[in-house]
């Protein structure tokens, strides 16, 4: 009770931890004093996910307003432009609280994100066969120097987005972000508050959601999109998916697909915390366990 008494009620809240941290459960009880709950999830703006992604029930959606989970069709490439364009709008409604793990809305939201043109379609499945191609390594090896210096070259997407926009644009993503405008939301302007969960208390949560969700339907869901799976797309980043479509195409038995995807959540939940740690500074850290 101590935390929420401490929190204006005339501002708004932002929300960030690791997956299976309890943020989501937080917001709730900070609803309740009034408020509206934002997604800052980026896959679980995906219709397709609402059991795999830990999305809110459609129980906690009925006891308080939540807006920009499952709005996003399978099929469709969803950015961090895309997400801060669909926020726009409602920072000026209820007060916002903004709950979620991806740290790049978060940055975009409070720092303000460079306005690169839309990429076309064949770029995008250009730099996807290249990347096929060649392989990640040596596509990194094609970016320019300043942006492989601090670019995460071990994930795909991000190294996709980087080729994408100097093949579109002919300058790369850092010549762009150096024109970044102003930010939507200031953080002096917000209660910014991350939630910081011990490893072993996290890594056990971790795989009991994950048991939690496969009781809950979360095999049924994969099996739904089975015919439509594609790797290359946003949605199938899912932690989770890819393991349980290889069960589902008798690749690996279903234990070991729980076993791996519970190991991919665990890893993806350490590179959360490097995120927060090093790049959320000024947030006020809460204690998972105490609240």
């Not at 920072?91 to 306005?115: C, H, N, Q, S």
């Not at 439509?228 to 349980?244: K, S, T």
Request: contains cysteine; glycine residues 8%; charged residues 30%.
């Amino acid at each position: 009770m101590e935390l929420l008494d401490s929190i204006p009620q005339n501002r708004p809240v932002l929300i960030a931890g690791p997956t299976a941290s309890g943020k989501s459960g937080l917001a709730m009880r900070i609803a309740k004093r009034g408020g509206r709950i934002i997604n800052a999830d980026a896959l679980q703006v995906f219709a397709d996910w609402r059991v795999l992604t830990a999305r809110p029930s459609a129980e906690d959606e009925a006891r308080a307003a939540h807006v920009l989970y499952g709005h996003v069709e399978w099929e469709r490439a969803y950015s961090t432009g895309d997400w801060l364009r669909d926020v726009a709008p409602l920072l000026g409604g209820p007060r916002p609280i903004i709950v979620g793990g991806t740290g790049l809305y978060f940055r975009a939201l409070t720092e303000g994100l460079a306005d690169i043109p839309a990429i076309p379609a064949e770029i995008r499945e250009e730099a996807i066969a290249r990347l096929e191609d060649i392989g990640l390594s040596r596509l990194a090896e094609e970016l320019d120097e300043d942006v492989r210096a601090d670019l995460d070259l071990s994930n795909p997407m991000r190294v996709l987005r980087a080729w994408e926009v100097k093949r579109a644009t002919g300058r790369s993503i850092r010549a762009w972000q150096a024109e970044t405008p102003p930010p939507l939301l200031r953080l002096q302007d917000a209660t910014c508050i991350v939630i910081e969960a011990p490893v072993d208390w996290l890594d056990e949560r971790i795989a009991l959601r994950f048991d939690t969700m496969l009781k809950a339907g979360a095999l049924d869901e994969v099996r739904r999109i089975l015919p439509r799976w594609d790797p290359r797309l946003n949605a199938a980043r899912a932690i989770g998916a890819a393991e349980l479509v290889g069960y589902l195409n008798g690749e690996a038995g279903l234990d070991q697909a729980r076993d791996a995807a519970i190991l991919a959540t665990r890893q993806y939940a350490k590179r959360q915390r490097t995120w927060f740690r090093n790049r959320m500074k000024g947030w006020v850290r809460v204690n998972a366990r105490t609240f």
